[in-house]
């Protein structure tokens, strides 16, 4: 199984509606869970970050955390053209020097 | 504005040089990391280090090594270039370990020949 599985897409949603993104990690002794956007020829830029089970909202996104179920995902409301990008989850690493696995990816296109 | 530079777009070399890759951080960050990314195969980590002087190798350290003689310099040297080792490498540093997210370099996409 590998570490963080996100499905690779591509993730068609038309402006305006509500893109969900979706990530699942292996290790039960993650705490810290980040969402990136990589633009294509760019470089991964960090969007939000969640370490507690629920909701977090910070403007149009929402991340959401289920360690049960070892689940996290991505929700974008009111999607533009501009969301358009390779989202990227990443998870941290617990017994190997706290550093990140990153998921191989998902690719949202926001249809005008 | 907080920046992670790394001193190359674009590089060829041809196989068998010896490579540097540099990167630079202007956050008195603690921590730098080096990753490759290439198509179906996301970012893989190849070094890190945690502080001056301090190096731990990643998932995929083979044919590389690095140097971090100061806080905000990290290194990626690739000892002998090879044809596979033709990728997207991009530097990252972070504030702490495990709750601080990335500030990632632009990337240097490198070609062996």
């Given amino acids: ?112 | 504005d907080v920046k992670v530079t790394q001193s190359s777009r674009y590089l060829v070399k041809r196989t068998g040089e010896k490579v540097f890759l540099e990167c630079v951080q202007d956050m008195d960050h603690e921590n730098m990391f080096w990753y490759r990314q290439d198509p179906g195969l996301g970012l893989r980590l190849i070094y890190f280090s945690y502080d001056v002087k301090m190096k731990e190798k990643g998932d995929i350290p083979e044919g590389y090594s690095v140097s971090r003689e100061k806080k905000e310099r990290f290194s990626l040297i690739l000892e002998s270039a090879s044809t596979n080792q033709t990728s997207m490498y991009l530097c990252a540093s972070s504030q702490g370990q495990g709750q601080y997210g990335y500030t990632f370099g632009s990337g240097t996409r490198l070609t062996v020949v």
Wanted: glycine content about 8%; aromatic content about 12%; charged content about 20%.
């Fill in chain 1, 1 to 112: 199984q590998k570490e963080v599985e996100q499905n690779s897409g591509p993730l068609s949603v038309p402006e305006g509606a509500i893109a969900s993104l979706n990530c699942t990690y292996s290790d039960r002794g993650s705490q810290s869970f980040f969402w990136y956007r990589q633009y294509s020829g760019k470089s991964p830029e960090l969007i939000m970050s969640i370490y507690s089970n629920g909701d977090k909202e910070d403007g149009r996104f929402t991340a959401q955390l289920n360690k049960a179920s070892q689940y996290v995902s991505l929700l974008i409301r009111d999607s533009q053209p501009s969301d358009s990008a390779t989202y990227l989850c990443a998870v941290n690493r617990p017994d190997y020097g706290q550093n990140f696995v990153f998921g191989p990816g998902t690719r949202l296109s926001v249809l005008p």
